[in-house]
């Protein structure tokens, strides 16, 4: 169902940086749409971390990173904290399907 | 800005429900507004969303079976589900998709905090 793909999972030691990528197509991520990564602790709501490629809203630590190139885009955390143990979820527009899609999800080990 | 829900619970197959999304801090009508679903233990699903101007956009998961609207007097967002089935069974957030320029900028800023819905058979 998705048409994003991330990796299942990724771990890494406190402190460290880890990368989560988003592989998309020519018709979202390649096409010119926006990526978009969202955090989502067990049992609550997503809440909104990269929007646009590359920008942080307000209150979100500069540890979160986000690029984009071609038709895929990546999330980086540094200075990984325990804290960061959480779903990570990229998401962009698809022209051909006409829809709003979301990667496949990532959990974040630390 | 804070988007509270209301609704959802149990419903055996075949039957219809609606949830509400009460909005504070913002005028929902002034932006677009979505509902959003994850299944247990899967990723998130783009269900439908409500242009400011333009008619509502659906999956085609829920094309048919589902409407979503608003009360601009409540400043409220609802999801009107009939025709359910086990593969609704999902947790729903409404969440709210800001605009600039009368256009969508394609991300959901504020979420609700979901509610389950479950279908049985």
């Known amino acids: 169902q998705s048409v994003l793909t991330q990796p299942p999972s990724v771990s890494g030691a406190p402190g460290q940086t880890i990368t989560i990528s988003c592989t998309g197509s020519?018709?979202?991520?390649?096409?010119?749409?926006?990526v978009h990564w969202y955090q989502q602790l067990p049992g609550t709501a997503p809440k909104l971390l990269i929007r646009?490629?590359?920008n942080r809203p307000s209150g979100v630590p500069d540890r979160f990173s986000g690029s984009k190139s071609g038709s895929s885009a990546s999330l980086a955390i540094s200075g990984l904290q325990a804290d960061d143990e959480s779903d990570y979820y990229c998401?962009?527009?698809?022209?051909?399907?006409?829809?709003?899609?979301f990667g496949t999800g990532t959990r974040v080990t630390v | 800005v804070n988007l509270v829900q209301s609704g959802g619970g149990f419903v055996k197959s075949g039957g219809s429900l609606t949830l509400s999304c009460a909005a504070s801090?913002?005028?929902?009508?002034?932006?677009?507004m979505a509902w959003i679903r994850q299944a247990p233990g899967r990723g998130l699903e783009w269900i439908a969303s409500?242009?400011?101007?333009?008619?509502?956009m659906y999956a085609d998961s829920v094309k048919g079976r589902f409407t979503i609207s608003r009360d601009s007097a409540k400043n409220s967002l609802f999801l009107h589900m009939t025709s359910l089935t086990a593969e609704d069974t999902a947790v729903y957030f409404c969440?709210?998709?800001?605009?600039?320029?009368?256009?969508?900028?394609?991300?959901?800023?504020?979420w609700g905090q979901g509610t389950l819905v479950t279908v049985s058979s």
């Open positions: 969440a709210r998709d800001p605009i600039a320029v009368s256009r969508s900028l394609f991300y959901f800023d504020y």
């Open positions: 801090g913002f005028t929902l009508s002034d932006d677009y």
């Open positions: 409500l242009p400011t101007l333009a008619d509502a």
């Open positions: 020519s018709s979202n991520i390649g096409a010119g749409h926006d």
């Open positions: 646009e490629n590359t």
């Open positions: 998401q962009s527009y698809d022209i051909r399907l006409r829809t709003y899609v």
